[in-house]
């Protein structure tokens, strides 16, 4: 058995540079799973200037400056934040806090289409089945108040948290931005000068974080801002908040769209009705999602990511219980990137022959 275990030691652990980057995984795993909370500001900002970064580095391979560069791309990233801050966020709110109360009527009026159901579709729905049905609907009904007072109570502690989010982020970002190679510098102090593998695992995965980073949060703002215009321009109640809803479920991939397809149908359906509004709405949506699926993903992403859809599952699964959205947003990349660690691992093939 020890001499099973040694020639497996042997082989993967057997170069200096598979050792530390064992120690960088493991030391990294630990400060986000104890400390992550503590450190959520820097590393929100962290990602939010490597978003950043691309705007600045391609404004310095125009010839500009690369202090003016930085600036450019915080200017454009505070512009993006103070909107998304000052003006979609307050209509966003606004329109959950009058979805809330709104939500008794609308179960009334669900309870209303059950009760038809029998008439309509008696090979289908049974009298028992909808009676079961409406009493689990108003069962939650009675619930859903207490959980919004329960969530608003709740929410308070978070107002100071979120204070410091909007104060602190954008400075980090800023610092992050105009010293990117110092702190690429200092932290390349900590390793050893001769660092091909390391610098291999880099180079490749750099420039694919990168992009897949910045084309999925430019794909949640061309479809966020597209069902935006589609909703408002229907005259569908809540368009914001669900707008926002349909843009970040592009993050969540084969699930994300499928979820939020129900409060977008079911808002529709309490407003209108089974009627031709409901119906084009839905093929609106439809078409929406078929154009990001088949035109703006294959432009945004035109390296394809080699990875299987359970393991894509899994990693939206893994990352997201771990970090939240963060997590569910960089899952694909760190799959991506846990691959190339994989491929990249030195191997000592000879030290299984015996």
């Known amino acids: ?157 978070n107002l100071l948290a979120i204070l410091i989010y909007i104060v602190l982020v954008p400075i980090l970002v800023f610092f992050f931005l105009k010293d990117a190679e110092l702190i690429k510098q200092w932290a390349g102090g900590f390793l050893p000068r001769e660092r091909p593998l390391l610098s291999r695992i880099w180079n490749e995965m750099d420039q694919q974080i990168a992009n897949y980073a910045r084309g999925k949060a430019l794909e949640i703002l061309i479809v966020g801002g597209v069902s935006y215009l589609a909703f408002t321009a229907m005259g569908l109640n809540y368009a914001a908040l669900l707008a926002l809803l349909v843009g970040l479920s592009v993050v969540i991939p084969y699930i994300g769209a499928t979820v939020v397809t129900i409060p977008v149908a079911l808002i529709a359906l309490v407003q209108w009705g089974m009627t031709s509004e409901f119906l084009t709405l839905l093929f609106v949506y439809l078409v929406i999602q078929a154009l990001d699926g088949n035109l703006l993903v294959p432009l945004l992403f035109s390296d394809a990511v080699d990875l299987h859809p359970v393991a894509i599952i899994l990693a939206v699964i893994l990352f997201g219980g771990v970090w939240g959205l963060w997590g569910v947003f960089f899952a694909i990349p760190l799959a991506t990137l846990i691959k190339a660690v994989l491929n990249a691992w030195p191997r000592q093939e000879t030290a299984l022959e015996t």
């Open 1 to 157: 058995m020890l001499d099973i275990f040694k020639k497996w030691f042997d082989r993967y652990f057997h170069h200096e540079e598979a050792i530390l980057l064992l120690v960088i995984i493991v030391i990294g795993l630990l400060v986000v799973i104890t400390i992550g909370n503590i450190l959520a500001p820097v590393i929100a900002s962290l990602i939010l200037a490597y978003l950043m970064q691309g705007v600045s580095t391609r404004l310095q391979r125009l010839s500009v400056p690369p202090g003016i560069a930085a600036t450019t791309a915080f200017m454009l990233f505070m512009g993006g934040f103070l909107a998304f801050l000052f003006i979609f966020m307050p209509l966003a709110w606004k329109q959950m806090s009058n979805l809330a109360g709104e939500i008794p009527e609308m179960l009334t009026k669900v309870q209303t289409y059950l009760k038809v159901l029998p008439e309509r579709y008696p090979t289908i729905f049974s009298e028992a089945q909808i009676s079961e049905l409406l009493d689990a609907v108003v069962a939650e009904s009675g619930q859903v108040g207490q959980y919004l007072l329960s969530l608003s109570l709740a929410s308070i502690p």
